[in-house]
Structures are given as C-alpha cells and as structure tokens.
C-alpha cells in the first residue's frame, strides 16, 4: 500500500519535509477601523536528520502579510537570532526567512517568532470583515475568517498543508465591548492598560491542520443547551435575535449525540460553537469546535421558517458536524482525497437528518437530490473522478463541486447498501481509532471496510472513485416465467449525449445488481464485474414486476425493455412500487431519452401516467424533468407551446387534489409539495387566469401584513413572487424590491433575490441585474438576482449573457481573491440558461479571451451542457413531439 501512496504523491508541489512545525501560538489585535491586524506568531519547530547542514533558510505559506521582523532560537543553544532578509514570493505565496550560515541545523528544536501587519479584507476569505446593521439601526463591523482551503496564511505565516497538523495556542486583543472566540474555550481573559482592550488567551487546540483554525469578533447573542453527553453547544447570533438560533440548536445537540454513539469516539472537545456570519462565501465551514454559517443557514425565525428552510439548516449543520470526526479528527492527507471530507460528509448529513427527523424520509429524498444532482454532472465528459489528482493546491478549489460533495457522498450510500450497516458502521469506527488526530488517504478507508466486511472493497471501488462516470445497465434480453425472470444485463459507461469514441467501450465497473419485485427488495445481491452478466429474479405472481437498482443504491442508469416498463405501470398506479423507484423511472427516462437510448414519446406517455401521484419525492423528480424539457424547448416556439399544455394538465391536477391552503395534519412532505406545486404553476401556469388572481390576492394580503404566515406561509413566498410579477409590471416590481429593504430576516429577503427577474419587461429584468451590483446586495447573494433573470426565460438568458459581458470586470473586480465558488456562480447564472452550438461557440470564445482558470472546469461544464441539449432538441424535433396530433392523443 505504501507503494501506492508513493506513486499518488508524485508531482505534488509542497514545502519541504525537512522542518517540521509542532505549535504555534498566535497573538492578534484586530482593528475593525482600519481594517488590519496587528500579528505575532511563535511557531515549534523540529528539523529531521536529513535537513541539508548548509541550510539557513526556512519557507512557509503566507499571504497579503507585512513581515516587520523574525528571529529563531534553537532549544539549548543560545539567544535569538534575528533573521537577516525576508524574502516575499507572492507567486508561490510564501515568504522565506534568511538567517546567518549554521543557525538550523538537523536534528535540532528550533523556535520561530515573526511580527507583521495584516489586512481585514472584505473578500470572504481569511481573516476578513463583515458588514452588518444593529439593533439599533447602526452599520457595523466584525471580523471571522475562512481559511479552508489556503486562506490560513492571509492570517499568520503557517505551512498551510493539511498534513502538516499541529496545536495551537490563540490569543485575541480586542475592544472590552465585542465578543471574541475560538476553536477552544478561553483560558483566561484579562482588561489591558486603559481599559479599552481585553486580552483573551484560549485553551490549547488538539493537533489539527491549519485550515481549521478559525476566531471571530463582534456583537453576539446567544442561545446554549448541553447534550446528552456532557458536550456545552452554543449558537451565536446577531444581537436580540437569539431566539432564531433554537432550531439550529436542537438539531445540533441531538446530531453530536447521534455522532458520538455511531462512531464509537465521543466528540473530542469540550465545547461547540456556531455562529452565524453576516457575510460568507459557501454555506459554512467546519472549523474544530467553532463552526460558521451563513446566517441563511443556520438562523430560523420560528414564526416565518419555510418547511425547506428548516431542511436546509438541519442538514447544513449535521453536515458540518459529520466534518468535527470526518475530516477534523481524521483529515485527508492531501487534496486529492478531499472526497474523502466531503462524500462522507454529504452522506452524514442525511443520516442523521434522519435520525432526528425520520419523518422527513431523507434517503428517498437523496435520490431525487444528491444523487439526481451528482449524475447530471457526472454524464458530462467535462466530468473529473472523484479522486482526482492535484499538484498544486491552488487546483482544489475546482473539485468543491458536485461530484466530490454528491457523488461522492453516493457512493459512501452504495458502499453502506453492500456491507450492511453493522459491517459499515464497524469499518469507521476502527478507522477513526487508528487514525485519530492524523492523516489518511482513500486506500485507508478501504482497508477499514475490508477487515470489517471481509469483502473485496478497494477492488470494488476502484472503479467508482478513480475513473470518472458511471455505468448505464441495459436490458439485453429476458425469459420471464411464472415464478422468475431471467434477465440478460450490458454495462455501458452513460454519457448525457450519448456520444462515443474511441476507447470509451473499455470502461467498466464493478456494480452491485439490486433488485425488487412487489414482494419488497430481493436479498441476493450479485456483482457484475464484466461487461455481460445473467440474473435470475424469483416472482411471486405471474404478473409481476422487477426494478433494478432498488432503492437508487447505485449511481447508474437502467434501460429496462418496454416489457419490464410495462409490468412497471402497475407498480406506479398501484404505489407498490417504492417511492424513489417510481421517481427514479421518471430521471432515468429523461436522461435516456436526452442521450438517444429511449424514444422521446415513451418519456412523455410515461409521465402521463403520473396523472394520480401524490408524494414529493416523485414530484421532485417530475418537476426536474418538466422544468428540463421545458428549459430545452424553449428554441422552438409550436413544440414548447404543445408541451407547455402537457405541463399544464398535470400540474392543474396536483393542485386540485393537494391545494393552496395548509391544513392542520399536513406533515412535512405534504408542505414541501405544495411548495413544488407553487413553484410548478409560476413556471407552467402563470398566465390561468385562476392561478393569478390567486396569487394577486395572497400578494395583496401579504403586502398588508407580511408575517400573515397563513395566508401566504414562507413555502410559497417565491412562486407566488414570480406569478405577480409575470403578470404585472413597474408596479409589482418595485413592491416586491421593496421587501427586500423591509424584511426581517436574510431568509424573506432571499425570495426577493431569487424571483425580481421573473418580470417579462426587459427593461425591468435590466434594472434588476444593475440592482445585483449596486452596492446593496452583498457580495455572497449577488449571483441570485442574475440567476432570476437568467434562468426566466430564453430573452432572460440573453439579456443576463450580454449584462455579464458587459459588466465582467466589475464582476471579476467585486469579487477580488475571493472563492472562485462566487464566479462559478455568476456564469451558471448569467451564461447556463442555452441550448445551442452557437451559443456554446459564443461562451467558450467568450472565456478564451477573458480566461478564468480557476473557473475552467464550471466554464467547460457549462458549455458542454448546451451542446448536449442543442442535440437533445433536435432529438426531440426529429420525433413526434414536433407533431400535434401526438399531444392530441395523450
């Protein structure tokens, strides 16, 4: 094994291994008026016996840092030398202290101490400032940082590798009035000379990578609950909006809990914090013992909280504390297994969401997100593996995308299905005993799950996380007989164009065939290893019917025969079909039809079967299909009319059976469908002159009290939004904008950001892009008002292209050193919404003079996503969709 992880370590660029830091302790005096930093570092150091006995030099990472003065001593021998010549490199982003021949030698402990100036910067990276207002109507500033994943050094001088774990000792000077914390609780805290500063010491941290270190200063309040095992959790919160941060509160207690018993290690700090922070860049970051969010996703106003948003906070926090184990306690070695944080992670999250809510039924959910997401991305040939190499770390910051989040946390559900939980559950625990406090590599996990299960693990995986894609299963041939099937299965790898080139075919997997009949899921399990295999299902009836890939275990498409499809029907009107199967019919038809491997009018006479569903899940993945072939059929006016009509029946249909009204016993699927079936009749229905004045009068009503929660609950706020201003103008534009300025919370005034473009006068979607760079939308939400012009219609898409055009330095300028997440979202926003080769050409021409690297996988995506739907249109003109007889049969 050792020789494997020699041969991945290759060509990565990394300081040397030569010096070795052990401690650092970091003093810093933040000034929220200058925005800078005053710092000052003691940092341990070992050197090994293979350190050059010439060498005086050390390297680390830092960045954006003014280095006033370093000196090191060696333990035992003598005074502090200072250093004689700093060295700034800002292309490789580190600094190289000079000191006099014979100062470092091997073998030796060495202390570094170094002064220098830093800058609060206001690009969501680092250590850096948020704006927020006060209680009292007061703009404010506060400081916090984000420094996964190479934004330690913007704070202290660090190597910023993620094996190069250590502990480290924190102390903050701030104002006597501000609340300041860290990864640990505070040692001590004492008023300096003057009485305007504090100076706050905090516990030693476990050994742990730079990236996780993380401080914040400003105004808080908070709310406080210990768990069941003795763990204190708190919730900080902008002043007198403490009680918003009960619900993140109690998922949070209940989740560590859950954690600790599952992994067999409690957690191991002694406290938790969460704080929420006006101004972040992703949705939040798991630093050890002080986790941040943004506000959106981690405050709830209890008497305003959508079904969704309070889905959303729960798995965002479990999320983030899988992380304080997977990730905290034992961490990657290296980026290129940042799936290895970030798959399991994503799969956590909906573990324990479910153990605290079961309710909500997150594994089907899964299906028709995670997983539905993951292949969307995967079939592209712009794709990457999950284990992807990288050289330098400046490349990780492409792989934060779906396939590591999604696909990887898909795979970790598929590994779970194989071993069975006990095996499953058994493999991590002696994984994170042996590895507490260290680093791994994939190869480790694998192991782990080999010595549980005694099953061939890293052969089976190999195939999942080291080639890109994932396999479509084809139905070749079958013998059914009164009490079995016999079914003949070819694998494939899929592609959403259904393109094939040379050596493609010599792709394979190692995939588990499951399968279920109206009897339930079928206990026999086979591994299809080559690119043919045989299996036989027992029936219980004559009549009966077989899925593979029960329960959506496997990320994979099946092509079943029209036979198999047809015994099928019944599973779907009868429900004995499980609910994400019967959802997955829908995905995968759509998918199989858009890559050429099923015709087009089975797709939309399989959705016409839906006429009588009723749960979310399958609607989930009816509303992506319709809202796809939608989006696709735009370019051509006469088919998307006649598909619109199809829309319309259907979606008619649920509201009629599922209604605009809450009832008392709605459970909270039952909420989360109507809030997909709002969100249908704003993309399908706008113009029934039923569903506007419906809409028209809850908008009225909501402008005359917008915490009539009855009337217009938070589920429905968005499509509502949309239908008013389809169908208004100047008017209804500038009232729903004006909630922005009045709402309570970022959660009501996101509804604003994500619907101010669905208005069909141009000028009005191009008062709503300049609205997006104006100043008043903060930099982590300005990419919502472009998505709301981009994705409203085709003229939205061309309108928001030609504004990002226009404006792309100012962008490009707004969002600085910040994550390239930020710009990714920009161009899904303001170039995703076409379906051409022209237009493909006109992107990609685009970006080769104005090059983003860090954006290039996103870009790359992007345009091969329009050229396959570019095909997928014709695919569909080309059949009897383009006829009006065919709409007319249905």
Same mark, same amino acid.
């Given at each position: 094994?050792?020789?494997?992880?020699?041969?991945?370590?290759?060509?990565?660029?990394?300081?040397?291994?030569?010096?070795?830091?052990?401690?650092?302790?970091?003093?810093?005096?933040?000034?929220?008026?200058?925005?800078?930093?005053?710092?000052?570092?003691?940092?341990?150091?070992?050197?090994?016996?293979?350190?050059?006995?010439?060498?005086?030099?050390?390297?680390?990472?830092?960045?954006?840092?003014?280095?006033?003065?370093?000196?090191?001593?060696?333990?035992?021998?003598?005074?502090?030398?200072?250093?004689?010549?700093?060295?700034?490199?800002?292309?490789?982003?580190?600094?190289?202290?000079?000191?006099?021949?014979?100062?470092?030698?091997?073998?030796?402990?060495?202390?570094?101490?170094?002064?220098?100036?830093?800058?609060?910067?206001?690009?969501?990276?680092?250590?850096?400032?948020?704006?927020?207002?006060?209680?009292?109507?007061?703009?404010?500033?506060?400081?916090?940082?984000?420094?996964?994943?190479?934004?330690?050094?913007?704070?202290?001088?660090?190597?910023?590798?993620?094996?190069?774990?250590?502990?480290?000792?924190?102390?903050?000077?701030?104002?006597?009035?501000?609340?300041?914390?860290?990864?640990?609780?505070?040692?001590?805290?004492?008023?300096?000379?003057?009485?305007?500063?504090?100076?706050?010491?905090?516990?030693?941290?476990?050994?742990?990578?730079?990236?996780?270190?993380?401080?914040?200063?400003?105004?808080?309040?908070?709310?406080?609950?210990?768990?069941?095992?003795?763990?204190?959790?708190?919730?900080?919160?902008?002043?007198?909006?403490?009680?918003?941060?009960?619900?993140?509160?109690?998922?949070?207690?209940?989740?560590?809990?859950?954690?600790?018993?599952?992994?067999?290690?409690?957690?191991?700090?002694?406290?938790?914090?969460?704080?929420?922070?006006?101004?972040?860049?992703?949705?939040?970051?798991?630093?050890?013992?002080?986790?941040?969010?943004?506000?959106?996703?981690?405050?709830?106003?209890?008497?305003?909280?959508?079904?969704?948003?309070?889905?959303?906070?729960?798995?965002?926090?479990?999320?983030?504390?899988?992380?304080?184990?997977?990730?905290?306690?034992?961490?990657?070695?290296?980026?290129?297994?940042?799936?290895?944080?970030?798959?399991?992670?994503?799969?956590?999250?909906?573990?324990?969401?479910?153990?605290?809510?079961?309710?909500?039924?997150?594994?089907?959910?899964?299906?028709?997100?995670?997983?539905?997401?993951?292949?969307?991305?995967?079939?592209?040939?712009?794709?990457?593996?999950?284990?992807?190499?990288?050289?330098?770390?400046?490349?990780?910051?492409?792989?934060?995308?779906?396939?590591?989040?999604?696909?990887?946390?898909?795979?970790?559900?598929?590994?779970?299905?194989?071993?069975?939980?006990?095996?499953?559950?058994?493999?991590?625990?002696?994984?994170?005993?042996?590895?507490?406090?260290?680093?791994?590599?994939?190869?480790?996990?694998?192991?782990?799950?080999?010595?549980?299960?005694?099953?061939?693990?890293?052969?089976?995986?190999?195939?999942?996380?080291?080639?890109?894609?994932?396999?479509?299963?084809?139905?070749?041939?079958?013998?059914?007989?009164? &009490?079995?099937?016999?079914?003949?299965?070819?694998?494939?790898?899929? #592609?959403?164009?259904?393109? @094939? *080139?040379?050596? %493609? /075919? =010599?792709?394979?997997?190692?995939?588990?065939?499951?399968?279920?009949?109206?009897?339930?899921?079928?206990?026999?399990?086979?591994?299809?290893?080559?690119?043919?295999?045989?299996?036989?299902?027992?029936?219980?009836?004559?009549?009966?019917?077989?899925?593979?890939?029960?329960?959506?275990?496997?990320?994979?498409?099946?092509?079943?025969?029209?036979?198999?499809?047809?015994?099928?029907?019944?599973?779907?009107?009868?429900?004995?079909?499980?609910?994400?199967?019967?959802?997955?019919?829908?995905?995968?038809?759509?998918?199989?039809?858009?890559?050429?491997?099923?015709?087009?009018?089975?797709?939309?006479?399989?959705?016409?079967?839906?006429?009588?569903? &009723?749960?979310?899940?399958?609607?989930?993945?009816?509303?992506?299909? #319709?809202?796809?072939?939608? @989006? *696709?059929?735009? %370019? /051509? =006016?006469?088919?998307?009319?006649?598909?619109?009509?199809?829309?319309?029946?259907?979606?008619?249909?649920?509201?009629?059976?599922?209604?605009?009204?809450?009832?008392?016993?709605?459970?909270?699927?039952?909420?989360?469908?109507?809030?997909?079936?709002?969100?249908?009749?704003?993309?399908?229905?706008?113009?029934?002159?039923?569903?506007?004045?419906?809409?028209?009068?809850?908008?009225?009503?909501?402008?005359?009290?917008?915490?009539?929660?009855?009337?217009?609950?938070?589920?429905?706020?968005?499509?509502?939004?949309?239908?008013?201003?389809?169908?208004?103008?100047?008017?209804?534009?500038?009232?729903?904008?004006?909630?922005?300025?009045?709402?309570? &919370?970022?959660?009501?005034?996101?509804?604003?950001?994500?619907?101010?473009?669905?208005?069909?006068?141009?000028?009005?979607?191009?008062?709503?892009?300049?609205?997006?760079?104006?100043?008043?939308?903060?930099?982590?939400?300005?990419?919502?008002?472009?998505?709301?012009?981009?994705?409203?219609?085709?003229?939205?898409?061309?309108?928001?292209?030609?504004?990002?055009?226009?404006?792309?330095?100012?962008?490009?300028?707004?969002?600085?050193?910040?994550?390239?997440?930020?710009?990714?979202?920009?161009?899904?926003?303001?170039?995703?919404?076409?379906?051409?080769?022209?237009?493909?050409?006109?992107?990609?021409?685009?970006?080769?003079?104005?090059?983003?690297?860090?954006?290039?996988?996103?870009?790359?995506?992007?345009?091969?996503?329009?050229?396959?739907?570019?095909?997928?249109?014709?695919?569909?003109?080309?059949?009897?969709?383009?006829?009006?007889?065919?709409?007319?049969?249905?």
């Amino acid at each position: 094994m050792s020789s494997d992880k020699e041969k991945k370590a290759q060509g990565r660029v990394l300081l040397p291994s030569t010096i070795i830091p052990t401690r650092y302790d970091i003093k810093l005096t933040p000034d929220l008026e200058k925005f800078t930093f005053d710092g000052e570092v003691t940092i341990h150091l070992e050197t090994t016996d293979t350190l050059d006995k010439a060498c005086k030099e050390i390297t680390m990472h830092a960045k954006e840092l003014c280095f006033l003065s370093a000196s090191v001593q060696v333990i035992g021998g003598g005074p502090a030398i200072e250093a004689v010549e700093i060295r700034d490199h800002k292309k490789e982003i580190t600094v190289t202290f000079v000191f006099p021949d014979g100062t470092i030698a091997p073998s030796s402990t060495l202390v570094l101490h170094i002064k220098y100036i830093g800058f609060l910067n206001n690009q969501m990276a680092g250590f850096y400032r948020s704006s927020y207002t006060n209680i009292h109507g007061e703009k404010k500033i506060m400081a916090s940082t984000q420094f996964e994943s190479l934004d330690a050094r913007r704070a202290f001088p660090c190597w910023d590798e993620p094996a190069r774990k250590a502990i480290f000792g924190v102390t903050l000077i701030v104002p006597v009035a501000l609340t300041a914390f860290s990864n640990m609780p505070e040692k001590c805290s004492r008023t300096l000379e003057g009485g305007a500063l504090r100076e706050i010491t905090y516990l030693d941290s476990p050994k742990m990578s730079t990236y996780l270190v993380a401080f914040c200063v400003g105004e808080f309040d908070h709310v406080q609950a210990q768990t069941r095992h003795g763990v204190l959790v708190k919730v900080y919160t902008p002043p007198g909006k403490s009680e918003s941060g009960m619900f993140a509160l109690e998922c949070a207690t209940k989740a560590l809990d859950a954690y600790d018993d599952f992994f067999g290690l409690p957690y191991p700090l002694p406290k938790l914090d969460m704080v929420a922070i006006p101004e972040f860049a992703m949705g939040a970051m798991e630093n050890w013992g002080l986790v941040t969010y943004r506000e959106v996703d981690l405050l709830i106003d209890p008497t305003k909280a959508s079904n969704s948003q309070k889905q959303r906070v729960c798995t965002v926090v479990t999320h983030e504390l899988a992380h304080q184990w997977f990730g905290n306690l034992v961490t990657m070695a290296w980026w290129d297994d940042l799936w290895l944080n970030e798959g399991f992670a994503s799969w956590a999250e909906n573990w324990a969401a479910d153990q605290i809510f079961p309710e909500w039924t997150m594994w089907d959910q899964f299906t028709t997100g995670h997983l539905s997401y993951a292949m969307k991305l995967d079939s592209l040939r712009s794709s990457h593996p999950i284990q992807v190499p990288i050289h330098r770390a400046e490349e990780v910051e492409e792989v934060f995308d779906g396939i590591s989040y999604c696909k990887g946390g898909s795979v970790v559900r598929m590994i779970r299905a194989v071993l069975g939980m006990k095996s499953f559950q058994h493999g991590l625990s002696k994984y994170m005993e042996k590895f507490a406090y260290s680093n791994t590599e994939t190869l480790d996990l694998w192991t782990a799950w080999e010595e549980s299960s005694g099953m061939p693990v890293k052969e089976m995986m190999a195939s999942w996380t080291e080639q890109m894609g994932f396999p479509l299963i084809k139905v070749t041939g079958e013998t059914w007989e009164t &009490d079995k099937v016999t079914l003949e299965l070819e694998q494939s790898w899929f #592609l959403s164009d259904g393109s @094939s *080139v040379e050596g %493609d /075919d =010599e792709k394979k997997w190692c995939i588990p065939i499951l399968t279920c009949t109206e009897t339930g899921t079928q206990k026999d399990m086979i591994f299809m290893r080559e690119k043919t295999a045989t299996v036989v299902i027992p029936l219980s009836s004559e009549n009966g019917w077989v899925k593979l890939n029960a329960g959506q275990e496997v990320p994979m498409r099946v092509l079943s025969t029209s036979t198999m499809i047809e015994r099928l029907s019944e599973g779907i009107k009868n429900k004995t079909l499980p609910i994400c199967d019967r959802a997955a019919l829908v995905t995968d038809g759509y998918a199989l039809v858009k890559s050429g491997h099923m015709k087009p009018e089975d797709l939309i006479k399989l959705l016409a079967s839906y006429t009588n569903e &009723d749960a979310y899940i399958v609607w989930q993945g009816l509303a992506d299909v #319709l809202t796809g072939l939608d @989006s *696709v059929t735009q %370019d /051509d =006016e006469v088919l998307n009319a006649n598909f619109t009509k199809f829309a319309q029946k259907l979606v008619i249909t649920l509201k009629d059976s599922i209604g605009w009204d809450k009832l008392e016993d709605d459970g909270h699927l039952t909420v989360l469908l109507r809030s997909t079936m709002a969100g249908l009749l704003s993309k399908f229905c706008s113009t029934d002159e039923s569903v506007a004045r419906e809409a028209s009068t809850r908008f009225a009503k909501f402008q005359e009290d917008p915490s009539d929660m009855q009337n217009l609950p938070s589920d429905m706020r968005s499509a509502v939004f949309k239908i008013v201003l389809k169908n208004g103008g100047q008017k209804e534009w500038s009232d729903v904008k004006n909630y922005f300025y009045t709402a309570s &919370d970022q959660a009501e005034r996101k509804f604003v950001l994500g619907t101010l473009g669905s208005s069909n006068e141009v000028k009005l979607k191009k008062q709503t892009l300049e609205w997006s760079i104006s100043g008043d939308v903060k930099l982590q939400d300005f990419f919502y008002p472009m998505g709301s012009v981009g994705h409203s219609s085709r003229a939205g898409a061309e309108i928001a292209w030609q504004f990002f055009q226009d404006h792309f330095q100012t962008i490009r300028g707004m969002i600085g050193k910040g994550s390239p997440s930020l710009m990714d979202a920009c161009i899904v926003n303001c170039a995703g919404g076409f379906c051409s080769d022209s237009k493909a050409d006109e992107i990609e021409s685009f970006f080769k003079t104005n090059p983003l690297p860090s954006s290039a996988r996103k870009i790359a995506q992007c345009v091969e996503g329009m050229r396959t739907n570019a095909k997928f249109l014709q695919k569909l003109q080309q059949s009897d969709l383009s006829s009006d007889a065919f709409w007319g049969s249905l």
